[in-house]
């Protein structure tokens, strides 16, 4: 089932989050985008108020044919067994940041800004970033990764001056009972 945010705060927050110019982080130097593609569970995030109670979030990504991205963040509400939430942003590549910055689009015409800022060469673990420091997700192709690999990103968000106290590690159980 999917949900569907209030209009008002979504777009309140949307436009409050935007970047019409360069992202003040620093982009990936570039990002392939078909090795982007695909399921990334979110290990850690800052979370916005929708998801600050996920548990077994999984980003999906797919390449549609007009070049955007179809995203699909999918999660638990509140426990392994909560009700499933669904929210299915469109991203925009934008031109000349070597596949790394996007602009995430919940409601026409706002543009979330949402920056590859980490991307391991295997394509297995990266950290989404943001200008205004205020939301990241550190995701990575197993729903676990290694304590050292978790403590560098952590390093990495506090070294862009994110505020660490609202860092989460969601929780992730797999596979799901019933089948995802």
């Known amino acids: 089932m999917k949900r569907r945010l209030p209009f008002a705060g979504l777009v309140a927050a949307l436009l409050a989050g935007c970047a019409s110019g360069p992202p003040t982080v620093q982009p990936v130097e570039s990002v ?4 982007f593609m695909g399921d990334w569970y979110v ?11 996920a548990y077994n979030a999984v980003e999906t ?3 549609r044919d007009d070049g955007k991205v179809q995203t699909t963040f999918r999660y638990r509400d509140g426990a392994f067994d909560g009700k499933v939430k669904v929210m299915e942003p469109v991203g925009t590549v934008r031109p000349d940041t070597g596949n790394a910055v996007w602009g995430m689009q919940f409601v026409w015409p706002v543009q979330a800004e ?7 060469a295997g394509y297995t673990q990266t950290v989404i970033v943001r200008s205004a420091r205020d939301y990241a997700w550190l995701m990575a192709r197993t729903p676990e990764i290694p304590e ?17 106290s609202k860092l989460r590690k969601v929780p ?9």
Not at 43 to 52: N, T, Y
Not at 159 to 164: K, V
Not at 172 to 180: L, N, V
């Open 172 to 180: 992730q159980r797999w596979p799901e009972p019933g089948g995802r």
């Open 43 to 53: 290990i850690a995030h800052i979370p916005s108020r929708w998801e600050d109670t």
């Open 114 to 120: 949402y920056v590859i800022g980490a991307l391991d």
């Open 148 to 164: 050292a690999d978790y403590a560098r990103h952590v390093d990495y968000l506090r070294g862009l001056g994110y505020d660490l």
């Open 61 to 63: 990504y797919a390449l």
């Open 32 to 35: 392939d985008l078909q090795r």
